[in-house]
């Protein structure tokens, strides 16, 4: 009798430590508490067609995350659950389709547990659902599948806006030269412009209701950031950036890329794969890189491709042996005993508000496996090594909260009692100066998210009705007037 887990089970225990957090969690105000308060938004009102911001139409963005958010809420209510569910089912979909189009669990494996790509698993954003959509387009195309390869366009633009063409024109070459005959499918377009439909009568609802002045946000915030912002960015920023957002594995990928030439060059890779592997994320690096703004989470757009040449060059190091592992085996040999080290005997700082016990633990677990790894034969137990060390890790950093709590002064200052009793009450109102930082709009979203029931904003004392609770900003922070008198 087959006493093994199905692979199923195995699979959902390896992931529940992942997923699930005794940790606090608490939002990060840009964006994701954002889009979670537009989310609100669209509930609280009932309008679904306008991204608003305190009543006030804001088009600089599409709203297709906020409609995934608010009907995730409207089913399991305004939580944490509700707010994070559409990330963890679009972070599902992009490690499932990884999987198919590699047919290697190890590059999967290697995909969940990169820390960029497991971050954003834990954000309420569009970059994840965006992933994921991209995903289901290049599967659509490498399986003929003329549903998949032309539906998925239409909903990533609801989703991300103008950054979802970047994606379409990194496919095209995979595209013309190995699946041509989608082109000449009526599935193909049918699925295209189906999948066009809901960004376009999004569209033209908006324009009917708010005018192109309000609609032309959208063109005007991609004009901006392709200018020089503070987000703006040399050519060569990913080059940097995106190894270290997925080390260790963004270190080795560039051995596994070579990997992967060689193994066409030598017949046992396809020209599909190499286009797919190779070709798709050069096309797509050199398009982000073209675009003046650069941030970590475009980047997420290749964390797929990275994890796969990382599996090719962590399979073919763990079949090493002889003189020469004896040479590759010293960089987690010193890797696994600096991290023990560090582990029993450094002093190691409390993180912020994450507790010096789970970074302890990160870096025993992580430096265990590592240093083990380095006296094991050639095979399946190297391999398992090098995956369990980062798994432990990614559990003992989000256990500690690391990933999830991302404004933890925030969420102590909401613990408070009479705060909690006061915003039980009844509707809390806002009152700020039209003037307020950068600083103190962060807080107030994660404060508006927060209240069970969210009143106006007001910018003048006069208009704030007498009794009711108002977060009221003086200085640089914001103070809880538990029933309102005015001065």
Not at 137 to 163: D, E, I, Q
Request: aromatic letters at 12%; a positive charge; glycine letters at 8%.
């Amino acid at each position: 009798m087959n006493r093994s887990l199905p692979r199923w089970l195995l699979v959902l225990l390896l992931a529940l430590p992942l997923l699930l957090s005794l940790a606090p969690r608490s939002l990060l105000a840009h964006d994701e508490g954002f889009y979670a308060l537009q989310a609100r938004w669209i509930l609280d009102r009932g309008d679904w067609l306008t991204p608003q911001s305190w009543g006030a139409p804001l088009y600089d963005r599409t709203i297709g995350v906020q409609w995934l958010i608010a009907a995730s809420c409207r089913l399991f209510g305004f939580n944490s659950v509700g707010v994070h569910l559409p990330g963890w089912l679009a972070a599902a979909a992009a490690a499932g389709f990884t999987w198919r189009l590699s047919r290697s669990w190890v590059a999967a494996a290697v995909l969940v547990l990169t820390p960029l790509w497991f971050s954003y698993a834990h954000m309420a954003t569009q970059d994840m659902p965006l992933l994921a959509l991209e995903l289901l387009g290049l599967w659509g195309v490498c399986t003929r599948r003329p549903w998949a390869a032309g539906l998925w366009l239409g909903p990533a633009f609801l989703v991300k806006g103008f950054m979802a063409p970047l994606p379409a024109l990194a496919m095209l070459p995979l595209l013309l030269l190995e699946r041509r005959g989608l082109l000449r499918r009526w599935g193909f377009w049918a699925a295209l412009v189906a999948g066009w439909l809901p960004p376009a009568l999004w569209l033209g609802l908006s324009l009917q209701q708010h005018g192109l002045e309000v609609v032309s946000q959208l063109w005007t915030k991609l004009l901006t950031l392709s200018g020089d912002t503070v987000f703006a960015q040399g050519p060569l920023y990913y080059l940097w950036n995106l190894p270290a957002n997925t080390a260790p594995w963004g270190l080795i990928a560039p051995l596994g890329w070579v990997l992967l030439w060689r193994r066409w060059r030598r017949g046992e890779l396809s020209r599909q794969g190499l286009l797919l592997w190779i070709g798709y994320p050069l096309v797509l690096l050199a398009l982000l890189s073209a675009f003046k703004t650069k941030t970590p989470y475009y980047g997420l757009q290749l964390t797929p491709f990275v994890a796969v040449a990382a599996a090719e060059a962590l399979q073919g190091l763990a079949a090493q042996s002889g003189r020469l592992w004896r040479w590759l085996c010293w960089p987690p040999l010193l890797l696994g005993s600096g991290l023990v080290v560090v582990a029993l005997a450094a002093p190691v700082p409390a993180l912020g508000a994450i507790p010096a016990g789970w970074l302890r633990a990160a870096a025993m677990g992580l430096g265990l496996c590592w240093l083990i790894s380095a006296w094991q034969p050639p095979g399946r137990r190297r391999l398992l090594l090098w995956l369990a060390g980062p798994y432990l890790a990614l559990v003992c950093l989000l256990q500690g909260g690391v990933f999830i709590d991302h404004s933890p002064a925030v969420r102590l200052k909401l613990t408070d009692p009479a705060v909690q009793a006061a915003m039980a009450r009844g509707p809390v109102h806002i009152l700020a100066p039209s003037t307020a930082g950068d600083e103190a709009q962060k807080e107030l979203i994660l404060l508006a998210v927060a209240a069970p029931q969210l009143g106006p904003l007001h910018t003048s004392a006069e208009t704030v009705p007498a009794g009711v609770a108002v977060w009221q900003l003086q200085g640089k922070s914001w103070q809880l007037h538990t029933a309102w008198s005015t001065p």
